[in-house]
């Protein structure tokens, strides 16, 4: 395995629930936008779909496609940029946030590029990390919508686009760490042969999904190198990295 000093890594970071506590509010408003949403496309229109119907749609395509949006496009001819730009449209997105001080000097102690790669927009998650304050941190910022591989969106948990960003930056599977909540993406990096870091702090619903997905194990499964509650504590468990 690379000297992770020697042979400085990739890091990949997540956003949502990984820089910052998304589930106080923004997933919960996220959530009560793709309800409204699916309700409607779902509706004949005049009377929107039933919260049972719109559930199965969310939930099923989730796990199907490992994105709801993936499934609404596949199904439903469903604009990317509409469905993003209206389930995103928060009216106060700096005092729903909360998120811990400090981040900014761990991303420094950490060795080697970061990039920002999120499945939320581009205009949304550019407005989170301005919030944040860790813009210059990120070499690049990479949203759902640059997530295509041959015309089609392909973001996390893909496993062809991580290869092609990989290709992209010039980077060996092994020199990339991806920084996560989400247990499905880490599964997927880690058989791609990226190593993995599991950031547990938010998981009181870790995906706008709703609470039925979340994970039951909180033990660190065999594909995470790496389990952290604070984003904090990832400097000093570095070697553990090596």
Same mark, same amino acid.
């Given at each position: ?35 409204? @949403? ?25 796990? #199907? ?13 469903? $604009? ?26 761990? /991303? ?21 990390? #301005? ?6 941190? @990120? ?13 089609? /969106? #392909? ?11 990989? #290709? ?42 709703? $609470? ?10 065999? @594909? ?7 984003l904090r504590q990832l400097p000093a468990r570095l070697h553990r990295l090596r």
């Open positions: 395995m690379p000297n992770i000093t020697a042979s400085p890594p990739l890091w990949l970071f997540d956003l949502d629930n990984t820089l910052h506590d998304a589930s106080h509010a923004i997933f919960p408003s996220i959530s009560a936008n793709m309800n409204t @949403f699916i309700a409607r496309l779902l509706g004949d229109g005049v009377t929107e779909a039933s919260q049972a119907e719109v559930d199965a749609a969310r939930i099923g395509y989730w796990k #199907r496609y490992g994105a709801t949006l993936l499934g609404l496009i596949k199904h439903h001819n469903v $604009s990317a940029a509409d469905f993003l730009h209206q389930t995103h449209d928060l009216a106060d997105l700096r005092a729903m946030m909360r998120f811990e001080r400090g981040l900014g000097r761990m /991303l420094r102690r950490l060795p080697g590029r970061k990039i920002l790669l999120t499945n939320a927009p581009t205009r949304y998650s550019r407005e989170v990390l #301005r919030h944040l304050g860790l813009q210059r941190h @990120f070499s690049h910022h990479i949203a759902i919508e640059d997530m295509r591989v041959h015309g089609q /969106l #392909r973001p996390k948990p893909s496993k062809l686009m991580l290869r092609r960003l990989m #290709r992209k930056h010039g980077a060996s599977a092994r020199r990339c760490i991806l920084v996560e909540d989400t247990l499905a993406n880490l599964r997927s990096a880690k058989q791609v042969g990226l190593r993995t870091v599991w950031v547990t702090q938010y998981l009181q619903m870790s995906d706008p999904i709703g $609470s039925a997905t979340l994970p039951r194990m909180r033990k660190r499964p065999a @594909f995470v190198d790496v389990k952290v509650k604070s």
